[in-house]
């Protein structure tokens, strides 16, 4: 493979939060209920083209909240429902095609998760994401769905297979496959190398203590698409994709319990705004730099 096709792949890698694509680890037998919320925030992120906005700053910010119900319907298969929200707050005062900034989406979704087969845990994950405020599913509707299995190769290292893909506002639709492994090296050494799910390295000071280096992304999945509000002109009631990449470091907190928190920083590589019409025609390009950014997030059951 070329180095050309390798960055490339990298640069997809990271793409789904635990919005879109939980890992449901807490699918377990012990407890029904689990919690998760995660909240990024960048700082000014000026643009580099087109021309007309080249002096112009963006703030960016991303959080999302969910909460499950999962339940075994047998030894070795279970069923987790999702309730959720995610805010996306586009700060950016000079946006020459829209002037809203704060959106809200509601997330449902249900998930079949089994250990059936021998050495496997699979994951059939379905849901829709869709604006919260004008509560048109028909119109801002995102369906998607993953299905992710993780083979047991060796006590230390397993293989991932099976692909992630949405469709929706505006027969906008996307589909990747999932391929990896993850990897512990040692007793306190952790590779994961899931595309395009997770690639991080990890180091475990203890079992409750651990850091991390991770490929992180931003705006959700690769081109996901949302409606936007107080368009201009043809763009009213339009559609627009953010996409960021970027490298964060984080510091881990975990007990048995399935409570899980961390503090992360890191750089984005910059990204761009893809903006286009109702009618998904008459897309422009808004490339933004590189900027900081801040992560924080908590995960428990109960």
């Known amino acids: 493979m070329s180095i050309r096709y390798f960055l490339g792949a990298l640069y997809l890698t990271g793409l789904a939060s635990s919005a879109y694509a939980s890992d449901f680890c807490f ?16 700082t000014n992120a000026s643009f580099s083209k087109p021309d007309c906005v080249e002096k112009s700053k963006m703030q960016y910010a991303e959080g999302t909240t969910s909460l499950f119900y999962n339940h ?31 959106y809200y989406y509601g997330i449902a979704s249900i998930a079949w998760v089994s250990y059936a087969i021998e050495k496997w845990r699979w994951v059939i994950n379905t849901g829709l994401s869709f ?12 369906y998607y769905t993953l299905l992710w299995g993780r083979y047991q190769y060796t006590p230390t290292f397993a293989m991932h297979v099976g692909f992630f893909g949405y469709y929706g506002a505006g027969s906008n639709g996307y589909m990747l496959p999932v ?9 306190r050494w952790e590779y ?12 475990h000071f203890n079992k409750q203590w651990s850091t991390a280096v991770m490929f992180t992304t931003f705006g959700g999945p690769y081109r996901f698409p949302r409606r936007i509000h107080d ?25 048995t319990s399935c409570l899980k928190a961390g503090l992360g920083a890191g750089c984005n590589f910059g990204g761009w705004i893809l903006v286009k019409d109702h009618n998904n025609h008459h ?10 950014y801040g992560r924080a997030y908590l995960a428990f059951s109960f």
């Open 283 to 292: 897309g422009r390009y808004y490339k933004f730099n590189s900027s900081a």
């Open 72 to 102: 075994f319907v047998s030894e070795n298969n279970a069923l987790a429902y999702q309730i959720g929200m995610n805010y996306t707050h586009l700060g950016w005062n000079q946006n020459p095609r829209f002037s809203g900034q704060d």
């Open 27 to 42: 699918v377990n037998g012990k407890d029904h209920w689990h919690f998760e919320t995660d909240f990024a925030a960048m």
């Open 231 to 255: 368009g201009e002109e043809k763009y009213e009631n339009g559609i627009f994709e953010i996409y960021s990449t970027g490298v964060e470091w984080d510091m881990k907190y975990k007990t």
């Open 192 to 203: 994961k190398i899931i595309f395009p799910l997770e690639t991080s390295v990890h180091y």
């Open 131 to 142: 604006d919260a405020e004008d509560f048109d599913i028909g119109n801002s509707g995102v």
């Open 179 to 187: 391929l990896g492994c993850d990897w512990w090296w040692s007793n």
